[in-house]
């Protein structure tokens, strides 16, 4: 059984900055055996790609809109991924949720991760 529980979410001004972070856990698992996303999804739209990070954490991808404001990075000793949001927009309200799955790559297909927490929510008030 995997747990992924994010955590860090919460009300901020625009230009202001969180930091997400996603605790895995599991009899088994081990985030340095798969590859994390973060993904978002604000009211009556998809689900989006945010950000990943490869099992090694060697390579990392990130949407256009958050280039160059969010950074995402991975601890395999605490078994945490971080979400590092800089800058933040009205447009980046949302509910964000980190993903896992069972390969080194990262895809920016929700449908290719089988792990999923509950969510944070994140809101930025102009």
């Known amino acids: 059984q995997v747990q992924l529980v994010e955590s860090g979410g919460g009300l901020v001004q625009a230009g202001g900055s969180l930091r997400l972070s996603c605790a895995a856990s599991?009899?088994?698992?081990?985030?340095?055996?798969?590859?994390m996303g973060w993904f978002r999804q604000a009211p009556g739209k998809e689900r989006e790609f945010v950000a990943g990070?490869?099992?090694?954490?060697?390579?990392?991808s990130y949407a256009e809109f958050v280039k160059g404001r969010f950074t995402i990075s991975r601890d395999n000793g605490k078994n945490t991924v971080y979400l590092q949001m800089n800058s933040l927009k009205p447009e980046d309200t949302a509910v964000y949720y980190c993903?896992?799955?069972?390969?080194?790559?990262?895809?920016?297909?929700?449908?290719?991760?089988?792990?999923w927490g509950q969510g944070t929510q994140v809101t930025v008030s102009s």
């Open positions: 990070i490869s099992r090694s954490g060697s390579s990392t």
């Open positions: 599991g009899r088994t698992f081990s985030i340095s055996s798969v590859a």
């Open positions: 993903a896992a799955r069972d390969s080194y790559y990262i895809r920016r297909d929700y449908a290719e991760y089988a792990y």
